[in-house]
């Protein structure tokens, strides 16, 4: 429960005000990351998964989270994924100094919600109990509030991707709310990007994650984003964004930067 947020009637647990937001020298992580190859639409090769890996490290990330999509279109298996995820750790230079965890790019389909509830952690990140979710633009259940509870009485919180659709109330609800770093810097466009600044400005995003696919423009890359986002909202928020946010998510722990959302 997010004691900061008073008032508020938050039934998923995922926020702490006991804890202060970290310095610079705590790591980057990216949260959402398809760098295991030929697994879905994210590098074809081992060569461009590893070079995703050398553009990552030469961003200043520390830590990505390898986030194969679970869809109609991509399976998802959980063992063959570790095991990819093992000889990518293998490939990469030690000097890169990048660690990584397997999470998931969940789509939030009826049958996926069941088996979700019915095993968690083949879908979280790592062996925690965030689940990225992802929702379709044409296909979201009818009653994802009700979703959303259902999986915070298992335990969950769901990590929602830039959505303007009710993003406030689910913010509100407890869900976190993850903005693409693309989208703030206006490489989709000007529609994402307003969106991107709109919640930001509303104190409705917890973290900055890459969605990177591939080396030429969907590229691992926070640091343009916490620029950006450094401007809108200070360096404070925007550090929390890209370093002690998402730190604290893939170890499990209670964000530590979560202010309530501002609703209009
Ligand atoms: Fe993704």
Redesign the pocket.
Known sequence: MCSNRSGANRNLNQCSVDQTVPGKDQVVIDI?C?VLPEVDDGPKSWDVAVEMCRMAAADGITHTVA?P?ANDRYAYDRTYLSGLLDQLRGKIDPWLRLQFSLGC?FHLSFENLERVLEQPHTYTIGETNYLLV?LSNFSVPTHLSECFTRLGDRGLTPIL?QTPQRILEWAEQGCLIQVTASALTGLWGERPEIVARWLLDRSAVHVLAS?A?ETKRRIPNLSAARAVAERIVGAEYADALVEGNPGAIVKGMPIPYCPRPVLD
């Open positions: 959402h398809h986030t999509h790019d992802e991707q969605d696919h």
